[in-house]
């Protein structure tokens, strides 16, 4: 007799240990679809809110079991797949 362990409500945090900023990613996205889209700050961001956000990606690395790729081959990915494009 063969039994799965399933764990229920566990916490895995997607994302990269290379630092970027909405803004750097704005740019990108810009540059890498040749949009002709301008970037608009709003207000400030509400007392208490975090301005740095890097999360624990140990988690996600274990599961992939492989090296994660960089975003710009991932947003090149996305866009080289019309499935992901509204």
């Known amino acids: 007799m063969r039994f799965t362990i399933m764990q229920v409500n566990n916490v895995v945090n997607i994302g990269s ?31 208490g809110d ?16 492989r090296k994660a790729i960089t975003l710009e081959e991932g947003l090149k990915k996305l866009l080289n797949d019309t499935r992901f494009i509204l």
Request: hydrophobic letters at 35%; charged letters at 30%.
């Open 17 to 47: 240990d290379n630092e970027i900023t909405i803004r750097e990613l704005a740019e990108k996205i810009i540059a890498l679809t040749g949009s002709k889209s301008k970037i608009v700050f709003g207000p400030s961001l509400s007392e």
């Open 50 to 65: 975090m301005t740095r956000r890097m999360p624990d990606t140990h988690k996600m690395s274990k599961l992939l079991n």
